[in-house]
């Protein structure tokens, strides 16, 4: 089981700047499409974006031009760069496996908040 570490959260004003990282521990995950997923109270988790073990990303239309996802597969670690962010934004941002038979437990995740 490999364990997923959410950080890098905060409040932001709207067009604002955000950097979460998604530490893993427990197994290497380079082999692996990873993804970043966000929750709002009472809705379901929603996929924000991925990116292969090759590098090659894709986003959903209501981040798209403004994410940006990478991965260090030396340190084990996946990133979600966010830029010119809006409240509709604010959400806990979480990461995990997209493909469900590798997923694992979902970490706490961080709360990213946009708000003037």
């Known amino acids: 089981q490999v364990q997923l570490v959410e950080s890098g959260g905060g409040l932001v004003q709207p067009g604002g700047s955000l950097r979460l990282s998604c530490a893993a521990s427990g197994r290497g995950i380079r082999l692996y499409t990873m993804g970043w997923y966000r929750q709002v109270p009472g809705r379901q988790r929603d996929l924000v974006g991925s990116?292969?073990?090759?590098?090659?990303?894709n986003y959903s239309d209501s981040v798209k031009g403004r994410f940006t996802i990478s991965r260090d597969d030396a340190k084990n670690t996946v990133y979600l760069q966010m830029n010119s962010l809006k409240p509709e934004d604010t959400a806990v941002y979480f990461c995990?496996?997209?493909?469900?038979?590798?997923?694992?437990?979902w970490g706490q995740g961080t709360q990213v908040t946009v708000s003037s």
């Open positions: 995990n496996f997209v493909v469900l038979s590798y997923r694992s437990s």
């Open positions: 990116i292969t073990s090759g590098g090659v990303t």
